[in-house]
């Protein structure tokens, strides 16, 4: 009896309490970013040739794509709103090809620009320390001496009668990519999701054009890695579909 | 120094100027409320066997997270429970084969045969697999990852013909025929069930933890590898990149730097490592997740203490580490799942040979390093022992 009055009593002040902070506050509540993938203007499937080779002949077929997006910030009118342990590896090899963050906790306010980095910061890329999705025994770290892959792409170029791994590991702290976007509209804790576009076509055909014949594999040549990094700069856009505007970025 | 590992956690940021700005009833109705929340829970919270939490539970920081689930918390009875079921041949049909048969403690837990053998003296068409660390690594168990939980696995030995062909009501009637599991199930769980069966053995293989080697030494700073073992080290932890003039034996591909193991992210841990042609790919996972992209991909093995489990190979085909060596340096085979960082690896530019192309020198200082994974305190650690044989009960 007591024990069914004791938690009767505690739901009435919960409730009693939340009540209070909604009619005369402001709530946090939580914000969503969906990163959705596609191949330029394909979809993403894997294991296939479907994708011409944007520098030359033969198609590819991704097996593995994965990248870390950190350090997400959200610019608000009174405050910069900072995720902590910000290192979120996204992947797509589920049904519907998308990646969700969920933020939750967020303080209210209007905001006006999403801030996000493509890689891992200096301090964390040289630290074991398991942050968010840091994971020193996962498939993104090298060695602790060399630190994390940033965009792990691996798949093959199919080509006449031959068949070419490609391996691309991109890490190195100096590839870090930091992109701002600008909302088209503000949003406040509880809006609809934030969508992305990850173009992973980008990779190899942004900034310059790669043909995969001549450069199959990046690792740890310094050069081939910045080559990719300044292209996986334009990875991600915000979304035009669900009534968001084309943002220059 | 040990450290105890940290649980996965997602924290909140901002949330203190939050606070601050709010109004004060509101932190006080708010604060009251979770006071009473605290209340309520520890008062209506549903009454089980006192157990204790398991304390001298700890690993090295440099293994990551885990996850124990939350309907079997490690405790100090449910893992002394499960130690005794791991060794009671009980829990087979004639009474004479145990989970001990083939893992043997002396072994890493592994049984030295390239084909296991039961109850029905029929081989199993697979190697026994070390229970070292499998709080890390791929979550998904057996070669081909059929089992999702250590607590689903065990329940399987105990029923399959060819290992312990045991039926499980008849195995509940032995046990509770037995005061002594009457006695370890009801401090454990309450009950005998198949359900407690599973989660005591589980727990018993969780504590099953291999950080004392030569080369968790070295991670803690406490020895220098000798020049070899370091040489070993070196090509283990990278993947080759002639361009950049790196050489490496491309290890770290698959098996992760401090584990050894496969990666635990989803089925990362599994691949195809170029064993078969493809005309006689084994189905492999594809057995469990039924693409065909999945054929020949087997789980990447943890190679802790690897020196003490030959043979090798989820069939056991290799009986040494240079046969090993070998097969990674020369012996891959094509096929459509070939992991493309094996295709890939070459320590030559513009060769296409599918091989390391790794020197004897550095084939050797491999396996020196792969001997710095044999961790003698595991293989002797008395909380992991037989507790039926004489000199053990002595000294519980």
Redesign the interface.
Same mark, same amino acid.
């Given at each position: 009896m007591?024990?069914v009055w004791?938690?009767i009593?505690?739901v009435i @002040?919960?409730l009693?309490? *939340?009540a &209070?902070?909604a009619f &005369? &506050?402001h709530q *946090?509540g939580s914000v969503i970013l969906e990163f959705h993938a596609r191949v330029g203007d394909k979809s993403l499937e894997?294991?296939q040739p479907l994708y011409p080779n944007p520098g030359g002949k033969g198609r590819f077929s991704i097996?593995?794509f994965q990248v870390y997006l950190s350090d997400i910030h959200l610019v608000g009118s009174k405050?910069d &709103?900072?995720? /902590?342990?910000s290192y979120h @590896?996204a992947r797509f090899?589920n049904e519907t090809r998308r990646y969700r963050i969920e933020l *939750?906790?967020?303080?209210?306010d209007e905001y006006s620009d999403v801030m996000i980095s493509i890689g891992v910061d200096e301090e964390a890329n040289s630290s074991?320390m398991?942050r968010g999705d840091l994971?020193?025994?996962?498939?993104m770290?090298? *060695?602790?001496?060399v630190g994390y892959k940033f965009l792990l792409f691996?798949?093959?170029l199919e080509q006449e009668n031959s068949r070419l791994? @490609?391996?691309y590991?991109v890490g190195f702290s100096e590839n870090l990519k930091k992109q701002r976007f600008n909302l088209p509209k503000t949003i406040t804790p509880g809006s609809a999701p934030i969508h992305f576009d990850v173009d992973v076509l980008a990779l190899f055909d942004s900034h310059q054009s790669i043909d995969m014949a001549t450069l199959? /594999?990046v690792?740890?040549?310094?050069n081939?890695a910045s080559l990719l990094a300044e292209n996986y700069a334009n990875l991600l856009s915000l979304s035009v579909k669900e009534s968001h505007n084309p943002v220059e970025n | 120094m040990a450290l105890l590992p940290q649980q996965t956690g997602q924290m909140i940021a901002s949330v203190d100027c939050e606070l601050m700005s709010m109004p004060k009833v509101a932190i006080i109705i708010s604060g009251f409320a979770v006071l009473l929340l605290a209340v309520a829970i520890i008062v209506l919270q549903p009454t089980g066997p006192q157990t204790r939490p398991l304390l001298s539970f700890s690993a090295p920081f440099v293994f990551g997270h885990f996850n124990i689930p939350a309907d079997n918390p490690l405790t100090a009875e449910g893992v002394k429970l499960g130690r005794r079921l791991f060794y009671d041949p009980l829990l087979s049909a004639n009474n004479r084969v145990s989970c001990a048969t083939c893992h043997l403690q002396q072994l890493a837990f592994t049984d030295g045969k390239a084909h296991s053998v039961g109850v029905s003296g029929i081989p199993l068409p697979f190697n026994s697999m070390s229970l070292a660390n499998t709080l890390w690594g791929p979550q998904h168990f057996f070669w081909n990852g059929r089992a999702q939980s250590l607590e689903e696995q065990a329940l399987m030995p105990i029923q399959d013909p060819n290992e312990m062909a045991q039926d499980m009501n008849e195995l509940i009637d032995k046990l509770r025929a037995d005061e002594v599991y009457v006695r370890l199930f009801g401090a454990a769980y309450g009950e005998i069930s198949a359900k407690n069966i599973g989660r005591a053995i589980a727990s018993f293989e969780r504590t099953l933890i291999s950080a004392n080697s030569k080369y968790d030494q070295f991670l803690r700073g406490e020895l220098k590898l000798n020049t070899q073992e370091e040489r070993g080290r070196k090509l283990f932890m990278a993947h080759p990149d002639a361009k950049a003039s790196l050489r490496g034996g491309n290890c770290i591909d698959c098996h992760s730097q401090f584990l050894t193991s496969g990666f635990n992210t989803q089925f990362d841990g599994f691949t195809n490592n170029g064993l078969e042609a493809e005309e006689t790919l084994e189905p492999g996972l594809e057995a469990l997740t039924g693409l065909a992209a999945d054929r020949g991909k087997f789980k990447v093995p943890s190679l802790r203490n690897i020196a003490l489990t030959a043979p090798y190979m989820h069939d056991g085909r290799f009986s040494s580490l240079e046969q090993v060596l070998d097969h990674y340096n020369g012996g891959i085979k094509l096929s459509s799942t070939l992991s493309p960082l094996i295709f890939e690896a070459n320590n030559q530019q513009n060769d296409s040979t599918l091989s390391l192309n790794l020197n004897k020198e550095e084939k050797q200082a491999l396996i020196a390093f792969l001997h710095t994974l044999t961790d003698n305190t595991f293989i002797n650690d008395k909380r992991f022992s037989d507790p039926f044989s004489k000199q053990v009960q002595h000294n519980e």
């Open positions: 007591n024990k004791i938690a009593f505690t @002040l919960i009693a309490g *939340s &209070y902070m &005369y &506050y *946090s894997f294991g097996r593995a405050q &709103y900072q995720v /902590s342990d @590896l090899d *939750s906790d967020v303080p209210y074991l398991p994971d020193p025994n996962g498939r770290a090298w *060695s602790w001496e691996e798949g093959g791994p @490609l391996v590991h199959p /594999s690792k740890f040549d310094r081939d | -």
